[in-house]
């Protein structure tokens, strides 16, 4: 059944042209080959090769010719097919435009349809497009020959070549009073077909030219890109060379905006990753330092130098920088810089690199553990920090250790659970020369010893060994470490911090854990959430591990409901994944772990079944609410809805309105 557009009481149809005069003998013409071949089954060969080959096809796919109107693809495939063609869409648009303006007043329509004949794009005159919108010829509709059988559209797809089709060429009778005009978009390097450009009209007020207009049209977007194209390949080619380079590599035009960074910049430097970032250098804070090495190669002679520079951020670190002018005769365009992170010496580098200004979270409870420890911190009280493996235990540890007056002393961590029974004892107190077969010469210092003066932080307490326990709580007592093999103790003044991801209480009542080691320790205590609990943190952690991706929808919520096992760690083992193997500048569930792909498809198979059923629940009440109503408005009201958003929905179910309120 057609299709129709109710607007201000008045039916649009292509048929309400057509029969406002009488028909010319050229269009009863075509109107006495098409009924003889379709309603007579007599073909004298009257018909144009072109158009008789492709009803002839029409007919293969079992095509009414008296109800058929092109489907329209779901909003969903629209958007996935317009991004698809997001390049060739902007290189066509203008040229629709231009053309428009050339058959503006004659009521045409200009349209772009991709490779499977659906429209992605159009504009025309208002009242042929409203006509066309009531036989279902809007953005989404399908032209393919195997939907709606012979047409400009689908024919040029099946052909390959620029085709008219005229009148009752067409196929369909919902199509018999327009004059249709398409020619094929190709690939100039490949040949393949891009998509077709159409020009549309009523029989007798068509543009006279409109075959040649479509036809210089492709063959114009065809060179532009060609043109494009070269220059994009250029470009690739470029990045590429640039990405060979073990050093970031920056380029900056005269007026200090970016225009070209190398993968090594965008991590050292942790900004976008873009071809052509084409920002200043200012409008990102962490460049701030690199505009006076800038601003000093601008004014010196001198068409190289080099600097070095303190580069706060990540952690800090020395930025070493070698600055180059790019001159056009005798006058500057630019400046590439070559960037390289100055390596530190081992024994030079921080012990404990992060503060409370660097961990990461707007979770309530997150913040309530900061502002506890930021507390601690001005204390020499033990500190007990609870939390799952992988929320970040060690990384707060080190923040009450930055913050605390022991900031300049060491930071010596241990993880009770990855030293074996026999030999932790050696690591926590130290050992002198000869106290057991293969020690080392001299003895070694402990743990104690080597976090003299500052703070130990022991990871995961509630592995150490039961018969363990009693030394270290004499050690807490005392300030006096004892090595293995020593007749002698030394003093040591060492801040605890110790964490666990169990419950120490329940290994006290199972024997496992000392009682009053448990309350020596427990003095502060920290609770730290596990990631699954900080949902609208997730966000922020992904844009600042990655911050040169966006992620699509469907992974961001996949992220919100996962569990993180993990935790912190998990997720930034994802994200490492990712900026490892994703090329492309948004993450989707492709890029992945298998573990979470599969979990994301069976959870999506799951929601599509759901949501199935309740779009089939809705169809439903709508079709019984209208059958029961005496107008659309009456309908709405009873839905609690709006009569524009009940016609939008009936427009998403393809119900046809007027026939239910009929019934």
Request: glycine fraction near 6%.
């Amino acid at each position: 059944m057609l299709g129709v557009i109710t607007i201000e009481k008045k039916v649009y149809t292509f048929k309400n042209r057509l029969h406002s005069a009488e028909m010319s003998e050229r269009e009863k013409s075509l109107k006495g080959i098409w009924t003889n071949y379709f309603k007579y089954g007599i073909d004298l060969g009257e018909v144009r090769s072109v158009i008789h080959s492709s009803w002839q096809r029409s007919q293969s796919y079992h095509i009414d010719p008296n109800v058929t109107q092109p489907p329209i693809c779901t909003i969903e495939t629209l958007k996935k097919k317009q991004l698809e063609n997001k390049e060739i869409l902007s290189v066509v648009r203008p040229f629709m435009d231009d053309l428009f303006e050339i058959v503006k007043g004659t009521d045409s329509i200009i349209a772009f349809s991709d490779t499977d004949g659906v429209v992605l794009d159009l504009c025309g005159d208002s009242e042929i497009a409203l006509n066309a919108a009531s036989v279902n010829f809007t953005v989404g509709a399908s032209m393919s020959e195997e939907f709606i059988g012979t047409n400009s559209i689908g024919t040029s797809i099946a052909t390959g070549k620029a085709v008219q089709v005229i009148g009752a060429e067409h196929y369909c009778v919902s199509w018999h009073s327009s004059h249709c005009s398409s020619a094929p978009i190709k690939d100039p390097f490949t040949n393949d077909l891009i998509g077709v450009i159409t020009l549309i009209g009523y029989v007798r007020s068509a543009h006279p030219h409109s075959l040649g207009i479509v036809r210089t049209a492709s063959e114009t977007i065809t060179k532009l890109i060609e043109h494009q194209g070269i220059k994009k390949y250029m470009n690739h080619y470029f990045g590429a060379t640039i990405d060979l380079f073990s050093d970031g590599v920056m380029m900056v035009n005269q007026f200090g905006k970016i225009i070209r960074l190398n993968k090594i910049a965008t991590r050292l430097l942790k900004i976008p990753s873009v071809e052509n970032i084409n920002e200043f250098i200012y409008s990102h804070d962490q460049l701030h330092p690199l505009m006076n090495v800038i601003q000093k190669a601008i004014h010196r002679k001198d068409a190289m130098t080099q600097y070095e520079i303190s580069y706060p951020y990540d952690g800090g670190f020395q930025l070493l920088v070698t600055a180059r002018k790019v001159m056009d005769v005798q006058e500057r365009i630019g400046t590439i810089l070559l960037l390289r992170k100055k390596k530190i010496e081992e024994h030079k580098k921080r012990t404990a690199t992060h503060t409370f200004s660097s961990l990461i979270g707007v979770d309530p409870a997150f913040k309530k553990a900061i502002k506890l420890g930021t507390k601690a911190s001005d204390t020499d009280k033990s500190v007990l920090i609870i939390g799952e493996s992988g929320t970040g235990k060690e990384l707060f540890a080190q923040a009450i250790h930055n913050k605390s007056n022991r900031q300049a002393e060491p930071f010596v961590a241990l993880n009770c659970g990855a030293i074996t029974k026999e030999l932790i004892a050696s690591e926590l107190f130290g050992y002198v020369d000869g106290a057991f077969t293969n020690a080392a010469r001299g003895g070694r210092k402990g743990k104690f010893e080597a976090a003299n003066g500052g703070t130990l932080f022991l990871d995961e307490i509630g592995e150490m060994p039961f018969e363990l326990q009693a030394y270290l709580l004499r050690v807490l007592e005392e300030k006096e470490v004892v090595p293995i093999g020593a007749n002698q103790g030394k003093p040591v003044d060492v801040r605890i911090i110790a964490a666990t991801n169990k419950d120490l209480y329940q290994l006290v009542q199972e024997n496992k854990f000392r009682l009053d080691l448990y309350y020596r320790l427990n003095v502060i205590s920290l609770n730290l959430p596990a990631l699954r609990k900080r949902k609208q943190d997730i966000e922020l952690f992904v844009k600042h591990y990655l911050p040169t991706k966006t992620f699509s929808s469907a992974v961001l919520k996949f992220f919100y409901e996962y569990k993180w096992p993990g935790n912190l760690r998990e997720l930034k083992n994802v994200t490492e994944q990712i900026e490892l193997f994703c090329e492309e500048d948004q993450v989707t569930e492709e890029d992945l772990p298998d573990y979470m792909n599969r979990q994301l498809k069976e959870k999506m198979e799951t929601t599509s079944l759901y949501q199935a059923a309740a779009n089939d629940t809705k169809m439903e009440t709508m079709m019984v609410t209208l059958k029961n109503s005496k107008s659309v408005s009456e309908a709405a009201k009873k839905l609690g809805i709006s009569a524009s958003t009940f016609y939008r929905w009936a427009s998403d179910y393809n119900l046809n309105m007027r026939e239910l309120l009929q019934k």
